[in-house]
């Protein structure tokens, strides 16, 4: 019973790599998450940007916690442009995207340096510090989607 139990273990583990390779089933699966990500990101963002604004109370605790968010976030959506049959299953993108995904994983590279960048800023707590890093971000995100979103 051991040795079943043993085997059926280390089978398990030494599959578990190829398991883990992805975690899309296919082309829609990977779109869905990219596109997921996008929306968790264009969130945390906005409320960053109602407080820079003056929408709403500037809460350092709140710019902190967004910014830590954007942070792992922006690092999710560049594996999905990479599997197999995202191509085909759509989503809302031009399709010059796909003849220049290396300069689009160089974008979400920035992307996540310019949210590392804020989050330091955001532990300042720093309003000014905060205004220039999230514009920093802010304007990678946007020539980003000039370039590849479609409406």
């Known amino acids: 019973m051991k040795k079943a139990l043993f085997a059926s273990l280390l089978s398990f583990t030494l599959a578990m790599p190829a398991i883990a390779a992805t975690a899309f089933t296919d082309g829609k699966d990977a ?15 906005g409320d960053i940007q109602d407080m820079i604004r003056g929408n709403v ?24 442009f990479t599997i ?5 299953a759509g989503g809302n993108v031009k399709p010059a995207i ?33 205004r220039k890093a999230f ?10 989607h000039d370039k590849y979103k479609a409406d």
Request: hydrophobic share 45%; aromatic share 6%.
């Open 31 to 45: 779109v869905d998450y990219r596109q997921a990500s996008f929306q968790l990101i264009r969130h945390n963002m």
């Open 98 to 130: 796909w003849d220049n995904l290396p300069e689009v994983q160089e974008r979400g590279a920035k992307m996540a340096a310019d949210a590392a960048a804020l989050l330091a800023a955001a532990k300042t707590a720093e309003q000014a510090e905060i």
């Open 84 to 88: 197999p049959g995202t191509k085909e």
């Open 57 to 80: 109370a500037f809460d350092a605790e709140r710019v902190q916690r967004r910014a830590e968010a954007l942070a792992l976030l922006s690092q999710l959506p560049w594996e999905s």
């Open 135 to 144: 514009g920093d971000f802010a304007r990678n995100c946007k020539a980003c």
